[in-house]
């Protein structure tokens, strides 16, 4: 069984550029969270994707958009990057509608804006 | 929308000795509440989770109670050992999981 992979794991971006971050989901299933956590905190929702539909949205601007692919991986894009977005991006599956609930985490991509 | 308060923010225990880490929620809709252990450098893994349908579950040296009348459930590990070092975060959320919130984080630290 593959578990939850995330790229890249670490880049470095200017304010103002845009960025793109990529999940594949755990084998079997079919929706995918992403999360935001900055240092010393606990992650923060931004969106769900379930069936390559948006399935939720936590509190971010629109700046911040996804894609879910028929495979079920997944895409984090973000915008006009500002200096507070550098974080630890998490991304999570999990099995919807039948399954148990738990949430498998990625390592993470850790984005630094300068 | 779901507020999860955690506490403390760190706590430092002997080896064998006993950790508890205690959280609140506000959202009387929740009902699914796991928590996870995060390694330096690594994602959050689940370690145990509760349903609002249960009070207590236990598994070998880690437990979780769910007071759902007080909106607070609490995680306690017993004979701590140095490998339980790291950052335990509580979460709450409905059965989709479409927006689970996370408390801030303990963080544990079991000294030989």
């Known amino acids: ?114 | 929308g779901e507020n999860v308060e955690q506490h403390p923010s760190t706590l430092s225990v002997q080896e064998g000795d006993s950790a508890v880490i205690k959280c609140t929620y506000s959202d009387s809709a929740s009902n699914y509440f796991p928590w996870y252990k995060q390694e330096l450098g690594k994602g959050p893994q689940l370690i145990i989770d509760i349903r609002s349908n249960v009070g207590e579950k236990k598994d070998q040296r880690i437990a979780v109670t769910l007071n759902k009348t007080a909106k607070h459930f609490s995680l306690h590990i017993t004979e701590t050992q140095p490998e339980d070092s790291a950052v335990y975060f509580c979460a709450a959320s409905e059965r989709n999981n479409n927006d689970m919130r996370f408390g801030a984080g303990t963080r544990l630290t079991v000294k030989p």
């Open chain 1, 1 to 114: 069984e593959t578990g939850v992979t995330q790229s890249p794991t670490h880049l470095i971006k200017t304010r103002g550029q845009q960025v793109t971050l990529r999940c594949s989901s755990q084998s079997g299933h079919n929706t995918v969270s992403w999360y935001q956590q900055a240092l010393g905190q606990g992650p923060q929702f931004i969106f769900q994707y379930y069936r390559e539909e948006e399935n939720g949205r936590g509190n971010f601007p629109p700046r911040f958009s996804g894609l879910q692919f028929p495979n079920y991986s997944s895409e984090l894009n973000v915008n006009a990057l500002e200096l507070d977005d550098s974080a630890l991006y998490l991304c999570a599956s999990t099995e919807l509608a039948g399954g148990t609930g738990e949430l498998f985490f990625g390592e993470g991509s850790r984005l630094t804006v300068l």
